[in-house]
Nanobody, 121 residues
Framework: QVQLVESGGGLVQAGGSLRLSCAASGRTFSSPVMGWFRQAPGKERDFVAAIFWRGGTQYKDSVKGRFTISRDNAKNTVYLQMNSLRPEDTAVYYC???????????????WGQGTQVTVSS
């Protein structure tokens, strides 16, 4: 089992920045991929970014150049630095852990509880 705890969400004005953190515990070696997804009200859960333990990354097109995913393997923590935030980035952001670097949510085995990000215009 892997436990994931997100933090760092909040309210920010458009153009501002936030950094989300996800602390993992448990059998983290079994889940080398960490990802971020988001879900806005009335919409499906949507891929944002993912990172392999060796550093390979994948991003949703609309966040490329604005968001950066990184990880500290010694701390079992993954980060999502979000810059130039837009109102359409408003959502609950979820951390996920899995074995395959993919934008599809199904292969991720473990999920955090989520953290709210609200971007005001």
């Amino acid at each position: 089992q892997v436990q994931l705890v997100e933090s760092g969400g909040g309210l920010v004005q458009a153009g501002g920045s936030l950094r989300l953190s996800c602390a993992a515990s448990g059998r983290t070696f079994s889940s080398p991929v960490m990802g971020w997804f988001r879900q806005a009200p009335g919409k499906e859960r949507d891929f944002v970014a993912a990172i392999f333990w060796r550093g390979g990354t994948q991003y949703k097109d609309s966040v490329k150049g604005r968001f950066t995913i990184s990880r500290d393997n010694a701390k079992n923590t993954v980060y999502l630095q979000m810059n130039s935030l837009r109102p359409e980035d408003t959502a609950v952001y979820y951390c996920a852990a899995g074995r395959i670097l993919t934008s599809f949510p199904a292969p991720y085995d473990y999920w955090g509880q989520g953290t709210q990000v609200t971007v005001s215009s």
